[in-house]
């Protein structure tokens, strides 16, 4: 699940959001309708931490993730739309680097025995996050 909880958001003056609050629960799908200029993005990048909230919170069960892909996408031509979509699980991407550069670690031959603590505790979050699913 994830919600918002007395969620205000205001630019250069003009409010958007008033003590918002709503939630999401798991497996739910839903749209956000409304004019330009009603708050549907901000509401996305409130959802997503790419923006924080003037007043209020956002709450996230544990293991769930937002990934965020901004309506005006500036990249270079040699990137794919797969690749364009997954850049939004930023956090996944540095663990699942974070779990190689600690696999190598391991294999040589001055090898410390508490890096596969560590490996295990890694991949416990790079699979909480779903990163063993999201290119499924």
Request: hydrophobic residues 35%; aromatic residues 6%.
């Given at each position: 699940?994830?919600?918002?909880?007395?969620?205000?958001?205001?630019?250069?003056g003009q409010e958007l959001l008033r003590?918002?609050?709503?939630?999401?629960?798991?497996?739910?799908?839903?749209?956000?309708?409304?004019?330009?200029?009603?708050?549907?993005?901000?509401?996305?990048?409130?959802?997503?931490?790419?923006?924080?909230?003037?007043?209020?919170?956002?709450?996230?069960?544990?293991?769930?993730?937002?990934?965020?892909?901004?309506?005006?996408?500036?990249?270079?031509?040699?990137?794919?739309?797969?690749?364009?979509?997954?850049?939004?699980?930023?956090?996944?991407?540095?663990?699942?680097?974070?779990?190689?550069?600690?696999?190598?670690?391991?294999?040589?031959?001055?090898?410390?025995?508490?890096?596969?603590?560590?490996?295990?505790?890694?991949?416990?979050?790079?699979?909480?996050?779903?990163?063993?699913?999201?290119?499924?």
């Amino acid at each position: 699940m994830i919600g918002l909880d007395a969620v205000s958001k205001s630019y250069g003056g003009q409010e958007l959001l008033r003590d918002c609050t709503w939630r999401i629960g798991r497996g739910e799908r839903i749209g956000l309708v409304g004019p330009n200029g009603a708050g549907k993005t901000t509401i996305c990048r409130i959802l997503a931490s790419v923006e924080e909230p003037d007043e209020g919170r956002v709450h996230r069960d544990t293991g769930v993730t937002v990934g965020y892909l901004p309506q005006e996408v500036t990249t270079g031509e040699d990137r794919t739309v797969l690749a364009e979509a997954l850049s939004g699980f930023e956090a996944v991407w540095r663990l699942e680097a974070e779990l190689e550069t600690l696999a190598s670690r391991m294999t040589g031959p001055t090898a410390d025995p508490g890096l596969l603590e560590t490996y295990g505790d890694v991949q416990h979050r790079f699979e909480a996050l779903g990163g063993y699913r999201l290119e499924a």
